[in-house]
């Protein structure tokens, strides 16, 4: 393979949240925090390293060359044509999707989030004291489902105002299809509703699944939208800060706008600027074998769970690097689980109630690592599920 996805690249002692959350010199394998243990593509350190020998970093101004690379890029790949007025950069998705709240939202206002989902969303609707309304996926045979009937109740109650979309949809790994997006424009356009969707897993997505951009089904769901994007996961860049808001209604992205500064989080840092340009113009064959190596990981997670595991479901895995098991058999909770993993293997992975109480009972693993570190957690899950097993 001409990029080495295999090599395991010591990542502690870099300050990273991931590796470096727990005490030095314990056995800890932490396959939690959604970023990847691969080395970025070879253009973006380049750049970075570019930029670091002129020595002086101050304040940036985003240049015609970015919105030209991030457009570009879109419209190439996803068929999806994107005015560079209709950009708003900020320092990262979360902070983005905070940011539109407060823009579209009153306190009090309701905002549906279909849970289990990623949990930054909670804090955001919260922090700008708005309600959280669910509307839950449904799971069956492995996978997740929109339940619309639901979705129609809950956007026709006048105080909601905003769905929050999660596509690809994390921690569920489902890519939602073109008709599964333009049904959920539809009933939020029936409800004035407007649809805010976070699609930055939007590269990664296996082969058989194809990423549309809610925005791009139809001109209606364009203009009732705002997206919020960045390369940050699909090219391993997320400390580098850096994202874009995408929205078509001028008095929207005006509004937007305004919350992006109160929330003082209207500038970004050199460094994200040059890595997005060398991501979306010299990136794209690192990222295509990228894929097949998640994807690769992903069967073998999926073999290891059907040959030694097999009263424990592994959720069908359309998009991400994260993978969704479901552990309800052992009638512990989420917390419970991870807890004891942690302690008696050293196991590092994300309880199911992080992303709401759907989420209880589930476990979500990041398998965007080196195969042998894949297999190291696997042997030790199964470890931990044979003990389990004895002590019933």
């Not at 989030?113 to 708005?130: D, L």
């Not at 069956?140 to 929050?164: A, C, M, P, Q, W």
Request: charged fraction near 25%.
């Amino acid at each position: 393979m001409k990029y080495d996805f295999d090599t395991i690249v010591p990542r502690r002692g870099t300050n990273s949240y991931k590796w470096d959350s727990m005490p030095a010199g314990k056995d800890v394998l932490p396959l939690w925090v959604a970023d990847m243990d691969f080395r970025t593509v070879p253009a973006i350190t380049e750049a970075l390293a570019r930029r670091v020998q002129h020595g002086i970093f101050g304040y940036v101004r985003v240049p015609d060359e970015y919105y030209t690379t991030v457009t570009r890029w879109f419209e190439r790949r996803h068929d999806w044509y994107i005015d560079k007025e209709w950009m708003i950069y900020t320092s990262g998705v979360v902070p983005a999707v905070s940011a539109v709240i407060k823009a579209l939202t009153e306190p009090g206002d309701g905002v549906v989030v279909q849970t289990p989902v990623y949990n930054c969303f909670f804090s955001s609707i919260r922090n700008n004291g708005c309600r959280i309304v669910s509307n839950p996926l449904i799971y069956e045979d492995g996978t997740y489902h929109i339940d619309f009937d639901d979705l129609e109740r809950k956007t026709s109650d006048t105080s909601v105002k905003l769905l929050l979309l999660c596509n690809p949809h994390n921690p569920a790994g489902r890519v939602w299809t073109r008709e599964e997006l333009s049904r959920i424009g539809e009933i939020c356009h029936r409800n004035n509703v407007m649809v805010i969707t976070d699609e930055i897993h939007c590269e990664l997505v296996f082969p058989g699944h194809t990423y549309t951009p809610f925005a791009s089904v139809c001109e209606e769901h364009l203009w009732n939208s705002v997206t919020c994007v960045s390369p940050s996961k699909s090219f391993n860049i997320a400390g580098l800060q850096i994202a874009n808001i995408i929205a078509r209604d001028e008095e929207v992205r005006r509004r937007i706008d305004r919350a992006i500064n109160i929330n003082e989080v209207c500038d970004v840092n050199p460094f994200g600027i040059e890595a997005t340009i060398a991501a979306y113009n010299e990136g794209e064959e690192w990222l295509m074998l990228l894929l097949d190596y998640l994807k690769a990981n992903y069967d073998l997670l999926r073999d290891f769970f059907h040959t030694y595991l097999p009263e424990i479901s592994v959720t069908k895995l359309e998009g991400t690097y994260l993978v969704w098991t479901d552990c309800r058999i052992f009638k512990q909770s989420s917390d419970t689980l991870q807890s004891r993993l942690l302690e008696e293997t050293g196991l590092w992975l994300n309880s199911g109630t992080m992303y709401g109480a759907e989420g209880e009972g589930f476990l979500r693993w990041n398998i965007a690592c080196p195969r042998t570190v894949l297999e190291d957690a696997l042997e030790r899950f199964k470890c931990f599920v044979d003990s389990l097993s004895t002590d019933k």
